[in-house]
């Protein structure tokens, strides 16, 4: 039987509830996913590569055949040598858009091999995004519903209570 392996990237700084909506859809169409943890050249990061992958395991660790791990360069690279040909990206609202469009046409071009496949949110989660999550935890805000537990507690760690 041929194993089909998705790699979902994303900077997950930190990962929230809405990531892992995309997750658990996505394993419903996919036997195996490969969350991979990169850097956005346009986002300084908040929690180190280190922090993601471990709020990305123990918030992970309860599904079945997913992998967590992370990449440097080229997105495209990283999804051959996993021997994959498929990226999930999630959508949230239209202005999502743009960024996810030109990315995937980019890729594209780039290796006509390679398909993204786009997994619509949860409506609960369609406002969300690890941005507007740092912002309220900043300010010391409530994030609980927002993001798992080990995550409240690791933007706790760094804002304080
Ligand atoms: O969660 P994000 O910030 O939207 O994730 C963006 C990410 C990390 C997936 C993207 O920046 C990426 O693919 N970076 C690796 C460099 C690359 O391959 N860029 C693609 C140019 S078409």
């Known amino acids: ?5 998705a790699v979902y ?16 859809r996505a394993l419903k169409i996919f036997d195996k996913i490969i969350v991979a943890v990169g850097d956005n050249p346009g986002k300084k990061p908040l929690f180190s590569t280190q ?3 471990e709020m990305l395991k123990e918030s992970t660790k309860g599904m079945k055949n997913v992998e967590v791990d992370s990449f440097l360069g080229l997105l495209l690279d990283y999804v051959k040598k996993k021997n994959s ?11 999502d858009f743009d960024f996810e469009f030109q990315r995937a046409l980019l890729n594209r071009v780039a290796d006509g091999d390679i398909e993204t496949v786009f997994i619509m949110t ?11 999550v740092k912002e309220i935890a ?4 409530r ?14 760690e760094k804002f304080g209570e």
């Open 1 to 5: 039987m041929v194993m089909r392996a």
């Open 9 to 24: 990237p994303g900077s997950f700084d930190p990962v929230t509830n809405g990531h892992l909506d995309v997750i658990e």
């Open 51 to 53: 922090e993601r992958i």
């Open 85 to 95: 040909k498929v990226i999930i990206r999630g959508l949230r609202a239209v202005s």
């Open 122 to 132: 949860k409506e609960n989660y369609v406002y969300l995004n690890s941005s507007i």
């Open 138 to 141: 900043m300010f010391h805000g």
């Open 143 to 156: 994030v609980n519903g927002l993001v798992p537990k080990i995550v409240e507690e690791k933007l706790r």
